[in-house]
Antibody, heavy 126, light 107 residues
């Protein structure tokens, strides 16, 4: 079955960077876009960005405007893993970060999100 | 950015009762691009409904979605104990957004 397994919790200092991984299994990795969503403690869901893991063309990613310039998404097709790196961390970046697969096979990353990874808690604290 | 506003913030109901959750968009959204998720404490969100009214695989038929344009609704016909959770609506265009959530709690 489709599984998304994320890396473990991280604690970072303000100004540092964090890189979270999401390893996919149970399907053809390059056939589905992947999304990242975050959730601050006690808050709602916020889209972070979307990446096309396809190895056919240049890596393509789009990001939430408020995070542009600080977030980068990459992928490693040899290990079926996507990465989300967030730099210049600040306290308000403290959140659980989820990866979630786009639902459409060979789509353009504008479908519903299913399934989701288990989440990775990133804590930013001095 | 399309803003989604959910109401009410909290719904206090008893098992067996009917729950009606609303989601209003700041501009018209194609019903093809609307979804609902359920989230329980400490868990990742789970897809319930996509395309505004299509139940995801394995979702019981007590869950139903309706609406179009700027107003969509999630209805739970008879609440089961496992349905008490937070529910989020989402529009999944090129810049997806989520509503702030409705908590369905036991009265």
């Amino acid at each position: 079955q489709v599984q998304l397994v994320q890396s473990g919790a991280e604690v970072k200092k303000p100004g540092a960077s964090v890189k979270v991984s999401c390893k996919a299994s149970g399907y053809t990795f390059t056939s589905y876009y992947m999304h990242w969503v975050r959730q601050a403690p006690g808050q709602g869901l916020e889209w972070v960005g979307t990446i096309n893991p396809s190895g056919v063309s240049t890596i393509y990613a789009r990001y939430a405007q408020k995070l542009q310039g600080r977030v980068t998404m990459t992928r490693d097709t040899s290990t079926s893993t996507v990465y989300m790196e967030l730099g210049s961390l600040r306290s308000e970046d403290t959140a659980v970060y989820y990866c979630a697969r786009d639902a459409t096979h060979y789509g353009s990353g504008v479908s519903w999100f299913d399934p989701w990874g288990q989440g990775t808690l990133v804590t930013v604290s001095s | 950015e399309i803003v989604l506003t959910q109401s009410p913030g909290t719904l206090s109901l008893s098992p067996g009762e009917r729950a009606t959750l609303s989601c209003r968009a700041s501009q018209s959204v194609s019903s093809s691009y609307l979804a609902w998720y359920q989230q329980k404490p400490g868990q990742a969100p789970r897809l319930l409904i996509y395309g505004a009214s299509i139940r995801a695989t394995g979702i019981p038929d007590r869950f139903s979605g309706s609406g179009s344009g700027t107003d969509i609704t999630l209805t739970i016909s008879r609440l089961e104990p496992e349905d008490f959770a937070v529910y989020y609506c989402q529009q999944y265009g090129s810049s997806p957004t989520f509503g702030q959530g409705t908590k369905v709690e036991i009265k």
